[in-house]
Each structure stands twice: as C-alpha cells, then as structure tokens.
C-alpha cells in the first residue's frame, strides 16, 4: 500500500472503534460512522488527520456521529463514491440501505441476498440439518407446520428473540406458553432455550474455501457488569474446544455460507450444550448453533491479539481476487494445518454498563484509571490511539470505547470496555478486582462480584470439555 490516502475504507456501524485500530494496522485510512462518537476513536482519527500527508488529502472528515442508519446515506454521498465502505454491527437490519450504498459506491460485505437467507431461521435450520448440525427448535408462527430446528422437547423453556436485534437487544424470556397459539408480529420468532455456555465462532470464507480462526466464550447479561439479561458484554479467547466441536462448526459453517453466498468475515453465535432432556445429560457437549451474523463481530480484537494479524485486512482481500492478504492469514492462523487460532495469548474484554445516569464530566473521566500491580495509578488517556496499546502481559489492562466529556448516560448503557490480556486466564480474576477496580467503582460495579462471575465461566467452560 503505497499511502494511508491511497487507502480510505469507510467504516460505518453502530460502533466502529475496534474495526478503526484493525484497519490502520492493515494501512488503511478509515473514515468513521457510528453512533457513540467515543474520544478513543475521535482522538484516533484526529491523530491520523494531523499528518501533513493527510492534511492535504481529499479524505473529508475522518469520523461523522450518526443518530440513526436512515442517516447513513447523506452522509457517505459527501465522500468520494470510489471509496469502498465495510459495514459492521447493526446494519444488518437494514439491507435495504445496504442495498442503496451499493449502488453508489463497493460494499465490502455480505450482500442483501445473503443477509436475508442467513437470518431466515427456516432456510438455516434447512442448511444447519442437512449438514448434521444442531439448530435449536424454532416457531415463527403458531401453526405446527411453522416450526423449524429440532423437534421441541417437553417442558421446554422459551425465549422470544426479535429478527432485527443485534448484541442481545430484542432477546427476552417468553413466558406464556408456547402451546397457546398466542403470537407476536413477524418481527420475532420463539426459540427453545438450551443451557450451556455462550460461545462465539469467527470465520473468513473466500470463494474457494473456509477457514475457522478460532472461538470465544461470551459474556451475555452478566448481572455484575451491569447488563441487562441476554445483552453483549464481552468475550474471552480465543479458547479450543474439543476437536468434535471444531469440526462441527466447520460443517455447518461451510454448508451456511456456501448456501448463502458468504464472503468475508462473519460470526456464528452458539451454545456449547449437552441439550435439553435427561438423557442428553450423559452425552458429550455439542455446538448448538443459534445465529449467524453476516459480519465481522466483536471478537475479531481477540484474534489480532493473539495472531498479530489485521482480520479486516484479511476481510478487505476476500473481496479482491488479486490481493493475497486473506492467504496470508490462513498461514498465520493455522500453523502446521491447524483448524483454528489455538491458545495462545489471550485477551479478555468486558463492557462495563451503567448501573445509574452518569454525567460524562472531568472528575468522572478521573476516576477512569486502570491500577497496576503495585499500587501505582495509570489513566489511559482519552484519545488512546492505535492497536499499540492493546495489553501485552498480563500486569497490564486497558480501557477503550471512552465517552465524550459532556456527553450523558442512561442507567443500562455502555459505558466503556476494560480489556485484560495474558498467557492464559489464571491471573485474570486477580487483575480484575485489583487492576480496574476504580473503573468498576465510577460505573457503580464492584470488581469482586465480577470476578467471581468470570471464574464461573471458566469452570463451566473446562467442565463443558472435559465430561
């Protein structure tokens, strides 16, 4: 790549902070759309803007707060219509808008077509069953010919789970019974619980192949996070579970995205279960696939940390033929033909949500600081600025998504993520009481609950591989 403003990438999502580190790690200039407009991400572009190289480009503005995806579009025509754009979390609700973006400039990413068929719980069920894979029973209607997945097991626990949420938003606990033909709009669908452990999937599919680079263990609606019940708070990895599991995935992945026409990054969320009824107890753990999402996900900061590869330069590539840079990552991620990114340094990343209004003012931006080891106080500063500061051994933490001075916060909203990396997770817990501790405070948390929470999920995700 000759220069950053021979590489502009327009990102555009409800938050695109992560993907704006990955994609000046790969050499891209990235012009930023989101919702939260957080100082990490204004500071970074406005580091980059400073150059005089790009000072004197014709980039526009580096970084545009959007109140809403109808929005997306006069914006993005301000901007020069070559300048490809790669969509993240949120937009898949609107393929509508996507397919609009499309006409006016490259989109790098799932195209309407595919983003439809994969949220189709009937056409993914049909994918899913056909490939051996577990799905779990569906109903998006109240006839019986209207449920698809596995058939429903008796005294089954429901969730309602609306067709347009993203990160947990529109999941609830249906509590009427599923029998009484009572239904919502078409917007929802029931799907039957299955206890396990939430994990998440990340794949990169080219035209010729697939590849999984590797797993994580979610965090969804950690009550000591301050999370309301199913929402996205984190994830943990990448973490290896048995090789039953990874090929497993694989199958259904490869069926799922060759039906839909899948290229690029995109995430399978599901549940690492043994299933429903008594006699599923005595088997081994099994992947019950929940969702695809059509994207690059969240845990794609994981993976770079650990490989020290760019995944949205990887993602770029898939879409031009020519560019090896997705071959260079199935290299990196599978050493001697490994299946997927195995353990090696880990990162954890937890989303600390508000436990009451909080008024973005200097003093509460003081009390974000992250401790160290021997009692010595560091604050990240507010425009952190590049994939340099991720954490590299395990007496370090981080903080990122950092709200703007001024802006306000309601009880149940993000405030901003803490990150902790390491060798493996064993010192983490300790990290997470005494290392971030203040963080937890200003946000009305307490570092002890959390990290009793956190040693839960890695007991239950050794026992899930071990029985």
């Known amino acids: 790549m000759s220069s950053l403003s021979d590489n502009r990438l327009i990102l555009c999502g409800a938050s695109v902070r992560s993907l704006a580190e990955s994609a000046i790690h790969a050499g891209f200039f990235p012009i930023c759309l989101d919702f939260f407009g957080d100082s990490d991400l204004r500071g970074l572009v406005a580091l980059l803007r400073s150059s005089t190289e790009l000072r004197l480009s014709p980039v526009g503005a580096g970084y545009r707060q959007l ?20 969509w993240a979390g949120g937009l898949e609700n609107y393929p509508a808008i996507l397919e609009a973006l499309a006409l006016e400039r490259p989109v790098l990413g799932a195209s309407p077509a595919a983003i439809r068929r994969v949220r189709d719980p009937r056409q993914l069920s049909a994918w899913l069953s056909a490939a051996g894979c577990l799905f779990p029973a569906t109903r998006i209607g109240a006839g019986p010919d209207l449920t698809c997945g596995l058939p429903v097991a008796p005294n089954a626990r429901w969730l309602l789970k609306s067709l347009r949420g993203s990160g947990g938003h529109g999941v609830e606990e249906y509590r009427e019974s599923c029998t009484a033909g009572v239904w919502s709009d078409g917007g929802s669908v029931q799907q039957q619980s299955v206890p396990g452990i939430p994990m998440s999937a990340t794949f990169l599919a080219t035209p010729k192949e697939i590849c999984l680079i590797g797993c ?3 965090l969804c609606g950690w009550h000591s996070l301050g999370s309301a019940p199913f929402r996205y708070c984190g994830n943990w990895g ?11 995935l694989v199958r259904g992945a490869a069926a799922v995205s060759g039906g839909a026409g899948l290229i690029g990054i995109f995430g399978v969320d599901f549940v690492l279960g043994r299933g429903v009824g008594p006699a599923d107890q005595r088997q081994p753990a099994r992947p019950w696939i929940l969702e695809v999402n059509p994207r690059m996900t969240a845990a794609h900061e994981l993976f770079e940390f650990s490989a020290g590869v760019s995944l949205l330069s990887a993602h770029v590539a898939s879409f031009r033929p020519t560019d090896q840079s997705s071959r260079m990552v199935f290299r990196a991620l599978r050493p001697q033909g490994e299946p997927a990114a195995g353990n090696r340094r880990q990162m954890l990343r937890m989303i600390a949500y508000a436990r009451r209004d909080i008024e973005i003012t200097p003093e509460f931006l003081s009390r974000l600081v992250l401790h160290e080891r021997h009692g010595t106080a560091s604050q990240v500063p507010p425009a952190a600025v590049s994939s340099a500061a991720v954490p590299t051994t395990p007496s370090i933490a981080r903080l990122s998504d950092l709200p703007s001075r001024g802006s306000r ?7 901003c993520s803490v990150y902790f990396a390491g060798e493996d997770g064993s010192r983490i817990p300790e990290q997470i009481e005494s290392v971030a501790g203040s ?19 890695q007991h239950d995700f050794c026992e899930a591989i071990t029985n």
């Not at 009305?444 to 959390?450: C, K, N, P, Q």
């Open 67 to 86: 109140t809403g995806f109808d929005g997306v579009l006069a914006v993005t025509r301000e901007i020069d219509s070559a300048v490809p754009c790669v």
């Open 216 to 218: 994580t263990l979610q």
């Open 238 to 248: 990448p973490v290896r579970p048995p090789a039953s599991v990874i090929e497993e």
């Open 409 to 415: 916060i309601a009880a149940g909203h993000p405030v």
């Open 439 to 457: 963080v937890w405070s200003a946000c009305g948390l307490h570092g002890r609950e959390i990290s009793r929470q956190f040693v839960r999920l």
